[in-house]
């Protein structure tokens, strides 16, 4: 497992992109954790870190990411800075799935994470031959946009996603 070196490039190229650049290079670091909390450096939230099984990996300038080695499975928490207040919560939430191949859209609904509006979306698709499913969350909060990914080969997503959604519902904004 590995960071991709500028994440603001995986906001345009799509979570395809960013799910080839983590399985693919190579350099991760640890994230700090404090009694299970997760609160990346310069960033504006915190997050709950669930328990057996999952490895932080940091991201480019304190974003997060874990691995799931059992289930093959990844969470990502992904932060941009966006100036572009007309740009809509589904185009935003539409670009995370470029390069995905036979989508199928299992969930598309509108909601609310911690008191902030997002979009929720869960889809099967494929990439380089794997079938995987995706579950994510795009949330805007003032100027930055905030995606939470969940993926997994199809086989083994609902195993862990319980995970992913408990990490979703400790998701706070510190400020």
């Not at 906001?11 to 670091?29: M, N, Q, V």
Request: overall charge negative; proline content about 3%; aromatic content about 10%.
């Amino acid at each position: 497992m590995s960071y991709l070196q500028n994440k603001n490039v995986i906001r345009w190229l799509g979570i395809a992109s960013f799910i080839y650049a983590i399985i693919c290079l190579h350099g991760c670091a640890q994230l700090q954790t404090k009694e299970s909390t997760l609160s990346p450096p310069h960033k504006k939230y915190t997050v709950t870190m669930p328990a057996n099984g999952w490895e932080p990996i940091k991201l480019d300038k304190g974003d997060l990411a874990l691995w799931h080695k059992q289930h093959h499975a990844m969470i990502a928490f992904i932060s941009t800075n966006v100036d572009d207040k007309e740009v809509s919560l589904e185009m935003l939430n539409s670009q995370l799935f470029i390069g995905i191949k036979g989508k199928e859209i299992l969930l598309n609904e509108s909601t609310t994470v911690d008191n902030q509006n997002a979009i929720h979306t869960m889809l099967a698709g494929e990439m380089d031959n794997c079938k995987l499913k995706i579950d994510s969350y795009v949330i805007r909060a003032g100027n930055y946009i905030y995606d939470l990914v969940y993926w997994a080969p199809s086989d083994s997503f609902d195993y862990v996603k319980g995970d992913f959604e408990n990490m979703v519902r400790s998701f706070k904004f510190t400020q």
